[in-house]
């Protein structure tokens, strides 16, 4: 089934609002982020850009943790609430989740299950999260790592993952930030 933008953004807080309030922030800033940047990716794709933004981190909300990978924790939630494959592979692959998911042993089922997604809307998608720090500021993609690494500090799982992320990542905010430059507001 098909999601609008404003049916996520409902789910979104009512399973990360009270639970896991400066998650809540993040998500309702990397929402807004994506609509604004929507005129990046094509008009049909706008509302499923900003669906995925809304739910990329709802696999952190309780109820819905399972193998504590929360990009495809939350990519099954979706398709078992009856969700489209295609939200759900952008929510499971979001944000270089694919070295995540070999830190966590579980890229083999990441990959058959939510083939990686290549396009502006996926880019975008990354762009708005990675930019955008745990209280919902405004953040470069530089700044968004270093905090990254400094909250979970240097032998965590997931400041592994990014030693090894971190070039794929600045290559997909390159991309965005070029079409930014080519097709302005």
């Not at 999260?129 to 953040?139: E, H, I, S």
Request: proline content about 5%; aromatic content about 8%; some cysteine.
């Amino acid at each position: 089934m098909q999601i609008s933008a404003q049916r996520a953004a409902d789910l979104a807080e009512e399973h990360l609002a009270v639970a896991l309030p400066r998650r809540w922030r993040h998500v309702q800033a990397v929402g807004a982020k994506s609509r604004r940047l929507g005129h990046l990716v094509a008009p049909e794709e706008r509302d499923l850009l900003v669906a995925a933004a809304w739910l990329h981190d709802i696999g952190y909300a309780p109820g819905i943790v399972d193998t504590g990978f929360h990009a495809l924790d939350g990519a099954r939630w979706l398709l078992r609430q009856g969700f489209a494959p295609r939200l759900a592979g952008l929510v499971a692959n979001h944000s270089c989740a694919s070295y995540e998911a070999a830190e966590r042993e579980l890229a083999e089922e990441l990959a058959a299950e939510f083939p990686l997604e290549e396009s502006p809307t996926s880019d975008v998608l990354w762009y708005a999260d990675m930019t955008t720090g745990p209280d919902g500021q405004d953040l470069s993609v530089e700044e968004r790592l270093a905090e990254i690494r400094l909250r979970y500090g240097p032998n965590d799982l997931v400041s592994r993952f990014w030693e090894k992320a971190e070039v794929p990542l600045l290559l997909v905010v390159d991309r965005v930030r070029r079409r930014m430059a080519d097709q302005p507001m």
